[in-house]
């Protein structure tokens, strides 16, 4: 099963296709549903942005609906975070570009800039851990 894939532009995230598999998806499901089964689909699959056939097969593949919500909004959450992670990074390297600039400038290298730098190798290293922690769970 492909996890659920998602675009970050302009702070509006949105769903994107789900990922190719080898053979294609061979099989195709219809299912018919009453008025009131489609306005609780529709508004689970919006709550945890997600197609309602998504919504149905992480349903039923991961024990229920209450699971598979939960993966989905973890899922968004994680990918929430770790923009969020980008641009806290982002920031840094700014800063850490003025200080390299007045290092240049001077010839001297403040305090500052040393602890900065071994902050950057920690919030990087930490990174690291939390994508190879986030890999050995999609196993």
Do not use: C, W
Request: charged share 25%; no cysteine; hydrophobic share 40%.
């Amino acid at each position: 099963m492909a996890d659920e894939n998602t675009e970050k532009s302009a702070g509006t995230s949105r769903q994107t296709r789900r990922r190719r598999v080898d053979g294609g998806r061979q099989h195709r499901h219809v299912v018919r549903v009453t008025p009131e089964e489609e306005g609780q689909l529709l508004a689970l699959a919006l709550q945890y942005r997600v197609s309602v056939p998504k919504l149905l097969v992480d349903s039923a593949l991961a024990g229920g609906s209450s699971t598979a919500a939960s993966n989905a909004s973890v899922r968004h959450e994680v990918v929430a975070q770790m923009f969020a992670t980008h641009r806290l990074l982002a920031g840094i390297a700014n800063n850490v570009n003025q200080m390299a600039r007045v290092t240049n400038a001077t010839g001297n290298v403040h305090t500052e800039m040393v602890v900065t730098l071994a902050k950057v190798r920690e919030v990087a290293e930490r990174i690291d851990e939390f994508v190879d922690e986030l890999s050995r769970a999609a196993r």
